[in-house]
């Protein structure tokens, strides 16, 4: 007899931190992906608050930020009907899981971190115990939900190493606990670089305002921004080694569009970058203009999106509650 059981789906565990607007980068490298997983995974999402405050936060800009970042990612696409999209300070086990893995995650482990070489020095008024442990708090997160894949950019690629290091070690020591993850990046997922300074990856924190498009920008600040997008003096529209700028354009357009690299060099063969600029911005706009919108209707419903996080952040606790039990039994913590 045939077996109809249905496939159990995979599951999917990545966040965001709420420190600023989303950027057009977090949106192609990052969150089109996450609405894209949703039908073949079993999607957890969480906005990364905790992580947030490893750099001085002012409390009333932060309250408002978490608020703008929930409502922006529902108006990405991420269905609260399919995902679990949670705020990661509403569920205590967080922090609990944090502590117990400090304790199972070597010194030497994390000061190889390169994440935690470049925030000191950008916040070398404040390199604190958080900025240091922060990779032991983000291999809770994902341990606590069992993930089979976190989606990761390049940059995070170190962390899910240690992360399935920790796992490893305390498996090896208490027995089949945790899950081994699999980090992976995304196929179509696109590394989105500063417009002014196209060797750096774009940010929110780029001290050049014109280097960053945040998603909630509007159509003038976002063509104003295209049109300035750093290039080259050769003119020509084509994906090469030393034009940065012009790759970084190529991609953004390829990444809106859905066109080859191929495909719009000779969409532009013969003009000029001003045409070129033109055509990625207009792209731009109207690939964020729906979000835009939605997120205008979310954000004046703070009673939906509180009804909305709060049923998920009670999910993710009993979810999460089920591993923290077994990890505290196995550590020796009494009930």
């Not at 090896?172 to 590394?191: Q, S």
């Not at 290039?231 to 012009?246: H, M, Q």
């Not at 080859?260 to 109207?286: H, L, P, Q, R, S």
């Not at 997120?295 to 979810?319: F, H, M, Q, S, T």
Request: hydrophobic residues 40%.
């Amino acid at each position: 007899m045939e077996n109809t059981a249905p496939v159990k789906k995979q599951v999917v565990f990545s966040a965001i931190q709420p420190s600023g607007t989303i950027t057009l980068g977090n949106y192609l490298g990052a969150i089109r992906n996450w609405v894209k997983m949703q039908d073949e995974y079993s999607c957890i999402y969480a906005l990364a608050d905790l992580h947030t405050i490893t750099v001085r936060q002012e409390p009333a800009q932060m309250r408002r930020n978490i608020i703008d970042a929930y409502a922006s990612i529902l108006a990405c696409g991420i269905d609260v009907e399919k995902s679990l999209f949670f705020i990661q300070s509403h569920v205590p086990t967080h922090a609990q899981i944090a502590w117990i893995l400090n304790c199972y995650t070597q010194f030497g482990e994390l000061s190889r971190m390169t994440q935690f070489k470049d925030k000191s020095k950008k916040h070398a008024d404040n390199i604190n115990a958080g900025l240091f442990t922060y990779p032991s708090l983000m291999a809770g997160d994902i341990l606590l939900y069992q993930a089979d894949k976190v989606p990761v950019g390049a940059d995070q690629k170190q962390h899910i190493e240690l992360t399935c290091d920790i796992a490893k070690r305390f498996n090896g020591l208490y027995g089949n606990v945790f899950k081994i993850p699999e980090g992976f990046i995304p196929k179509n997922g696109a590394r989105v670089m500063s417009l002014q300074n196209p060797l750096n990856k774009m940010s929110k924190s780029d001290e050049n305002v014109n280097g960053c498009v945040h998603l909630l920008d509007s159509p003038e600040v976002i063509m104003k921004k295209f049109k300035r997008a750093v290039t080259d003096s050769d003119a020509c529209v084509r994906y090469a080694e030393g034009k940065d700028g012009v790759n970084n354009l190529m991609t953004i357009y390829g990444a809106v569009t859905g066109k080859t690299f191929e495909e719009i060099e000779n969409e532009f063969a013969g003009k000029g970058y001003g045409d070129f600029k033109t055509a990625v911005g207009e792209a731009v706009v109207e690939e964020l203009r729906p979000i835009r919108e939605r997120y205008e209707r979310l954000v004046a419903d703070k009673g939906y999106l509180a009804e909305c996080y709060r049923k998920a952040d009670e999910i993710a606790y009993k979810i999460s509650s089920r591993t923290l039990d077994k990890v505290m039994k196995k550590v020796g913590f009494i009930k």
